[in-house]
């Protein structure tokens, strides 16, 4: 099966992978707002079908992006689109941080935050969708390495239910504390 994404097609794999969604295209243009045209160092942490990770590479050709995932089922399906779009995209299977390189400029993530009670997303792996606990989990995890990945003026792009989000590596208590209060407040 294929999906649009940001102009390009695609290659997806419904159920065992989660779908790319058009909400999602506003990180990407985020993340290019925030690297320019020049060169940057760019990780993508949950990468999925791989299609922030071969986005950010395209469109911005400076950049080196890595995109991590600790599905292999995933990491297969965004290999075969970076190779079918021409993206160079180095894909790293782990749990979030695992294995990617120091000095990040900028760490995009779009990772699972709804608690496991939580409805809805049929069709969808539960794992791509559901988080422990409040369903913020692999988001503090995140948070918790990411200042050790990052360059001093590293940030971080992520989303949460539609919105981007974006804290400097200084601020990433901060950014926890935003998104739990967001989560506090639609509970």
């Known amino acids: 099966m294929q999906a649009r994404f940001h102009g390009l097609t695609f290659v997806t794999d419904p159920g065992r992978v989660f779908t790319p969604r058009r909400t999602t295209e506003q990180l990407v243009d985020a993340a290019l707002e925030r690297i320019g045209a020049g060169p940057a160092r760019v990780a993508d942490i949950g990468t999925g079908s791989g299609v922030i990770a071969v986005t950010l590479a395209l469109r911005a050709p400076f950049v080196e992006v890595w995109a991590s995932d600790t599905c292999a089922r995933a990491l297969e399906i965004a290999a075969a689109?970076?190779?079918?779009?021409?993206?160079?995209?180095?894909?790293?299977?782990?749990?979030?941080?695992?294995?990617?390189?120091?000095?990040?400029?900028?760490?995009?993530?779009?990772?699972?935050?709804?608690?496991?009670?939580?409805?809805?997303?049929?069709?969808?792996?539960?794992?791509?969708?559901?988080?422990?606990?409040?369903?913020?989990?692999?988001y503090r995890r995140l948070f918790a390495g990411a200042a050790d990945h990052l360059a001093d003026d590293g940030g971080v792009l992520i989303q949460y239910e539609g919105t981007v989000l974006e804290a400097e590596r200084s601020e990433l208590p901060w950014l926890q504390a935003r998104l739990e209060s967001l989560v506090a407040a639609a509970a």
């Open 81 to 138: 689109n970076a190779d079918r779009l021409g993206a160079q995209v180095h894909l790293v299977r782990g749990d979030l941080l695992e294995g990617l390189p120091r000095d990040l400029d900028l760490i995009v993530a779009n990772l699972p935050y709804l608690a496991p009670e939580h409805g809805g997303y049929d069709g969808e792996p539960p794992a791509a969708v559901f988080s422990t606990g409040d369903g913020l989990d692999h």
